[in-house]
């Protein structure tokens, strides 16, 4: 069978939905922990603070990070507070670790969320495009329903702020 684009998800199956969608699903695991990272198997894909991320960056431990928007700092009038900076964008460049945007996270987020968690990819993705960093779309489904099609994540890109190129880019992994 041949695939058209590879998608994370969070569940431990393939589905029918998969199929039907033309999707080959890698199934992952967000790691929360550093001690968990030992006994990794799939790609290492990191969810953290922003001080925990930093170490493992400069380390060179992890491959992906998803959900910097994700965050409980308080947004400023001027700036959203991403969870991302110019410092860790210029590790994440030197070492090619990719940044992951979580279509899911918008999914299942109620409206004042969403807006907060939109302007702070928007934010994310000027940073990744200003130091080179890669940069990556996925559902990051966690139930067959949640899964997206490569032209709904090409269109969820466009609407972070990514140029055309940019979402060919980040839709194939």
């Given at each position: ?101 979580n ?8 409206s ?7 302007r ?54």
């Amino acid at each position: 069978m041949n695939f058209m684009f590879k998608d994370f998800v969070l569940f431990n199956y393939e589905s029918i939905m998969a199929y039907n969608l033309v999707i080959e699903i890698v199934n992952t695991k967000i790691y929360n922990k550093i001690s968990d990272l030992k006994n990794a198997k799939q790609p290492i894909i990191f969810k953290g603070d922003f001080d925990t991320i930093r170490k493992l960056a400069e380390q060179k431990k992890i491959q992906y990070v998803v959900d910097l928007e994700d965050n409980e700092f308080k947004d400023n009038l001027n700036f959203a507070n991403s969870g991302f900076n110019q410092v860790i964008a210029k590790i994440f460049a030197k070492n090619n670790i990719k940044v992951c945007f979580n279509f899911n996270l918008v999914l299942n987020s109620n409206s004042f969320e969403r807006s907060k968690i939109l302007r702070r990819m928007m934010q994310n993705v000027k940073l990744c495009r200003k130091y080179k960093v890669k940069m990556l779309i996925n559902s990051f489904a966690k139930n067959e329903y949640e899964l997206r099609s490569r032209d709904a994540l090409k269109s969820f890109g466009l609407v972070i702020g990514m140029n055309s190129r940019e979402v060919i880019e980040a839709t194939n992994l």
